[in-house]
């Protein structure tokens, strides 16, 4: 199975602030690597899918980078709603594999 | 609207059985593959199985596999998950998702639409 492995898992930041969210695979899985947010009871969200397309209706401040095995979800300047938790998941093989979650918090 | 609903869930024992089934509406159901992904209760999200279109192709979790069964009916647009020999650690929100690609598994393409959630507790 494909280990996906999210860094770091809990980050505080401001809003305006630009942060930058890694995904590792524990093998290389092309471009299939996809970014989902998370609120508090709420069902996730597909941000990015195949590495870097953006899914319609997402902000464009959401962009997504990598190949192989080394991912990355950016957010370019945060806004107040885009504190939630972020979870990458690999769509290469099954079973398709999410990592453990990053936990974006208000500063 | 673009709809999943899902329902089946409940307080069951271990060792016990439940069903789960995902009613789907708002776009061409057979067209696309299916995935049933659960949350334990603050935890991350786990991948538990997935659907092609035709059924032609399936794939289970590790923690799940010889126990639980997905399966669907395109004429009912539902998708539905056999959960067998259920135990404590299977506690969790159980999401039904429509993939976003091209109806295989997996379809590469992420999960571009989720249902609500319907809760499991396996407990004596």
């Known amino acids: 199975d494909i280990q996906m492995t999210q860094s770091p898992s809990s980050l505080s930041a401001s809003v305006g602030d630009r942060v930058t969210i890694t995904c590792r695979a524990s093998q290389s899985i092309s471009s299939y690597l996809n970014w989902y947010q998370q609120k508090p009871g709420k069902a996730p969200k597909l941000l990015i899918y195949a590495a870097s397309s953006l899914q319609g209706g997402v902000p464009s401040r959401f962009s997504g980078g990598g190949s192989g095995t080394d991912f990355t979800l950016t957010i370019s300047s945060l806004q107040p709603e885009d504190f939630a938790t972020y979870y990458c998941q690999q769509s290469y093989s099954t079973p398709c594999t999410f990592g453990q979650g990053t936990k974006l918090e208000i500063k | 609207e673009v709809q999943l609903v899902e329902s089946g869930g409940g307080l069951v024992q271990p060792g016990r059985s439940l069903r789960l089934s995902c009613a789907a509406s708002g776009f061409i159901f057979d067209d696309y593959a299916m995935h049933w992904v659960r949350q334990a209760p603050g935890k991350g999200l786990e991948w538990v199985s997935g659907?092609?279109?035709?059924?032609?192709?399936?794939g289970y979790a590790d923690s799940v596999k010889g126990r639980f069964t997905i399966s669907r009916d395109n004429a009912k647009n539902s998708l539905y998950l056999q959960m067998n020999s259920l135990r404590a650690e299977d506690t969790a929100l159980y999401y039904c998702?429509?993939?976003?690609?091209?109806?295989?598994?997996?379809?590469?393409?992420?999960?571009?639409?989720w249902g609500q959630g319907t809760t499991v507790t396996v407990s004596s």
């Open positions: 998702a429509k993939d976003k690609g091209t109806g295989t598994i997996p379809g590469g393409y992420g999960m571009d639409v």
């Open positions: 659907i092609s279109w035709n059924s032609g192709s399936i």
